[in-house]
């Protein structure tokens, strides 16, 4: 992926010059960027006091709903896990009948009227994006909480199932012959030995206590460091047995045979596993994006991401072009008449097409000369943290969304 650098300058006789100019300045260095026009409706201005507001609160909402996208993105390749590589390949601007790729999307920007009706004020488009993106931000926490949930209590039986012989769960190792079942008097336990120890444990452990049935040991399972072994004795003895073994450094587990409970455990490992895998992958069916018409293999948290993220980069794209219309009317004043370009620099080359465009534009503004390359706080122009040049600059960095 790449950044592009998102700017305006006012039209000259015609805003087609003012295009013309910059393509000229741009290309005639060694083709320092690829430029495309950007193109923003005929939106209502309002008061001068309204702008001056609304450029503050636009900038906040530019980074929060880039922060929302950035969440999202992230979130599509925690849930992806082993599948990380397929992220930047879900990440897609789907509006309608089109489904792009990130830059094709900025490239060809067209303004959504359905969504963002342009004959409400900048106020109200504003306020209609930022309640869209704060509720994706909110169904993203409650999503993302059960999904970590079911992951995390899933994880939580699969290092049951792991592990060393001292910790692990036993139900998938040991079979009902192994046991002694339904005796009033005897029981079998199971006892973890050191595997250097597996000749004591043979010699010594009819002697650890009275009343262990001679010839009763059987190895059942070996992991790196040690054996599992089972041994029958009589019930008035566990006790005993327990302290004798301890004393030995050999480990009694505490542990019965108990096929209902084995049973039930076995099947909450696969449901909850089938529920993780539900989440992200279909694998029987193919399922419908409502709210795209298409259809798609994901399980309903991917769809989710999928759409989702497709919606908030939409909106912050929206947002971009809010911006470079406020302070386009702030810095070049009314009538209305600016040219909005996008630029994808080429990277070897940023420092000099920074300095094309400042000898191009520092006609509109005399102090520009002294700020190239740096960040200033301009009093009234409520650029925030923005680098300050004498023509409208914001960045849409895409960078935020490789996975690599």
């Known amino acids: 992926m790449t950044e592009f650098w998102l700017i305006s300058a006012p039209g000259e006789k015609t805003c087609q010059q003012t295009w013309d100019q910059m393509m000229v300045a741009t290309t005639r260095n060694n083709n320092l960027s690829t430029n495309h026009k950007f193109n923003i409706p005929d939106l209502k201005v309002g008061t001068l006091d309204v702008l001056v507001g609304l450029s503050d609160d636009l900038a906040k909402l530019d980074s929060f709903i880039e922060g929302v996208v950035k ?4 979130y599509m390749a925690d849930v992806l896990e082993d599948s990380r590589d397929k992220v930047q390949e879900n990440l897609l601007a789907n509006g309608g009948t089109y489904h792009l790729d990130l830059v094709t999307y900025i490239t060809r920007f067209q303004w959504d009227m359905a969504k963002y009706p342009i004959k409400q004020s900048l106020k109200n488009i504003s306020d209609i994006i930022s309640k869209q993106v704060s509720q994706i931000d909110n169904d993203l926490k409650a999503r993302a909480s059960a999904y970590n949930n079911l992951k995390g209590n899933l994880q939580n039986l699969e290092r049951k199932n792991a592990g060393s012989l001292l910790t692990r769960s036993l139900a998938d190792i040991v079979k009902k012959e192994d046991f002694v079942i339904d005796s ?3 029981i079998t336990m199971l006892v973890v030995v050191p595997k250097t ?3 004591d444990w043979q010699k010594t452990y009819e002697t650890l206590s009275e009343m262990v049935v001679p010839r009763s040991t059987n190895l059942l399972f070996e992991d790196h460091d ?3 072994f089972s041994v029958t004795l009589f019930r008035k003895a566990i006790d005993d047995f327990r302290h ?6 050999y480990t009694v587990r505490d542990f019965q045979y ?3 409970e084995m049973n039930a455990d076995k099947e909450e490992m696969t449901r909850l596993s089938t529920d993780k895998k539900k989440q992200f992958v279909s694998h029987m069916t193919r399922n419908v994006m409502p709210d795209q018409g298409i259809c798609d293999r994901n399980g309903p948290l991917v769809r989710w991401l999928k759409v989702n993220f497709s919606e908030a980069f939409i909106a912050w794209i929206h947002i971009k072009a809010l911006r470079v219309f406020v302070e386009s009317v702030l810095r070049y004043g009314l009538p209305v008449n600016f040219q909005a370009m996008l630029l994808q620099p080429n990277k070897k080359n940023m420092k000099k097409l920074r300095e094309v465009l400042n000898d191009l534009y520092k006609h509109l503004d005399s102090s520009a000369a002294a700020v190239i390359d740096s960040a200033m706080d301009i009093p009234g122009l409520n650029l925030s943290q923005q680098e300050y040049y004498p023509y409208v600059y914001y ?3 895409c960078n935020l969304l490789d996975f690599k």
């Open 197 to 199: 120890s597996y000749a």
């Open 71 to 74: 969440k999202v993105s992230q």
């Open 258 to 260: 108990n096929e209902q």
């Open 226 to 228: 040690s054996g599992l």
């Open 395 to 397: 960045k849409i960095d």
């Open 184 to 186: 009033e008097y005897l």
């Open 244 to 249: 004798k073994a301890r004393e030995n450094k």
